[in-house]
């Protein structure tokens, strides 16, 4: 079945530090969905990219879509402390239209 | 608006006990998803109801069960918990079908122990 595979598991930065986190699909993603979840809170969502090559920005945060529509990426400028959290990708491939999430990336900010 | 309301928020069970999560959402959305979120290993689908009516398995569905009550309640349903369901359980809703790919709406969660 469709593995998405997100890296790194954890990282930890100063404030102020960049921030990217990387997802690829063993398939071919119709789209790819992004979600923040802050320490004991739930999955919010934050983005999703449609199209092959796809870059959308939120503030600080950079989305892209790979070409080739099976890897994706964020990448945060100046982290804060208020980035501090796990974020998700997510993308339904394989025939199925059910997302499949990424095992996440939990962003540590140090002040 | 409450969007999705998930209970109880904490659940302590012995090996063996049933019980039945609730989640309810007000948006008039059509489907509905219970996924499941152990460390490191990110969210999995248990079941999903892509509109009033149906339900189908996901990824990890054995030792649960689901029943769609209406286009509102999507309840999940453990028979006889292990302690191999100690998990936090989340209840997500989007506006249309899920064919449509159309982003997730969670509930707070539910944090699941069986002893």
């Known amino acids: 079945g469709q593995q998405v595979m997100q890296i790194p598991q954890y990282q930890h930065v100063q404030e102020g530090e960049d921030f990217t986190t990387y997802c690829n699909s063993s398939t071919t993603l119709s789209n790819i969905q992004w979600y923040k979840q802050r320490p004991g809170g739930h999955p919010v969502f934050l983005i999703q990219l449609v199209k092959s090559g796809e870059v959308k920005k939120q503030k600080r945060l950079t989305f892209q879509f790979g070409e080739a529509k099976k890897n994706s990426s964020l990448h945060i400028t100046a982290t804060q402390t208020t980035d501090v959290g796990t974020y998700f990708c997510a993308g339904p491939g394989g025939g199925s239209y059910i997302p499949t999430f990424g095992r996440g990336t939990s962003l540590i900010v140090h002040p | 608006n409450a969007g999705v309301t998930q209970t109880p928020k904490f659940q302590v069970l012995k090996t063996g006990q049933s019980m039945t999560l609730q989640c309810a959402q007000d948006?008039?959305?059509?489907?509905m998803y219970w996924y499941r979120q152990d460390p490191g290993m990110g969210l999995r689908l248990i079941y999903y109801s892509a509109s009033e009516g149906t339900t189908d398995k996901g990824e990890v569905p054995n030792g649960y069960n689901v029943s769609r009550l209406n286009k509102r309640e999507f309840s999940l349903r453990l028979e006889s918990a292990a302690p191999s369901q100690t998990s936090v359980y989340f209840c997500a809703s989007s506006p249309g079908t899920a064919a449509t790919n159309e982003k997730l709406f969670f509930g707070s969660g539910t944090q699941l122990s069986v002893l």
């Open positions: 948006m008039n959305h059509n489907s």
